[in-house]
């Protein structure tokens, strides 16, 4: 069965439209991950190793980090298995940090969204995601030549969209403390 109204978008609408789809399903799996239970004891130890993270960072850090999560998440197939595994521990450190703070799971997800560095992360993942999508598509078609040059279009605009991020996380950080 085929969708026809699928048929009548425009392609950059086509791939606005999946990048969209994914940024909710990433979404998702990080809220999977914050709904997590977790013992005191495992929130207080993932909440230890975050603070130890946390004394080093800087933007070449949490960029480099992103940048090469984000590039795995390109990959056919397996980049999307890796990027869930990934956004899911994701929310399994929120709800640590959560649990440890004494907050609920979900408001502390959704405050992230008060920061642009996390719309910026998550539009990045998603890209990627979708770009894997696309190029699954595109092999079976026999065109994954051409989509190959997409996919170097997106990971330049994602390793923007990533730099930024970064920049705006430490700023974030260096003005809270």
């Known amino acids: 069965m085929r969708l026809s109204f699928w048929q009548t978008f425009p392609p950059r ?10 940024f909710f399903l990433t ?7 914050a709904l997590t239970p977790l013992s005191r004891e495992d929130a207080s130890s993932i909440s230890e190793e975050l603070e130890q993270l946390r004394q080093n960072v ?24 890796f990027g869930g595994y990934v956004l899911y521990n994701t929310g399994v450190v ?28 998550f539009f990045a993942y998603s890209t990627a995601f979708a770009e894997s999508f696309w190029l699954i598509r595109r092999i079976i078609q026999r065109r994954g030549r051409r989509e190959i040059v997409n996919a170097c279009i997106l990971i330049a ?21």
Request: net charge negative; proline share 4%.
């Open 13 to 22: 609408i086509k791939r606005i439209i999946t990048v969209v789809a994914f």
């Open 27 to 33: 979404i998702i799996i990080a809220i999977a991950g």
């Open 58 to 81: 800087s933007v070449q850090y949490i960029f480099g980090n992103n940048f090469m999560l984000c590039l795995v998440m390109f990959a056919p197939i397996a980049g999307p298995i």
């Open 94 to 121: 929120i709800a640590a940090e959560s649990m440890v703070n004494d907050l609920p799971a979900l408001i502390t997800f959704f405050t992230l969204f008060i920061f642009p560095f996390t719309w910026l992360e």
């Open 157 to 177: 605009i994602c390793a923007v969209l990533l730099l930024v991020a970064a920049i705006i996380e430490i700023a974030l950080i260096g003005a809270l403390t």
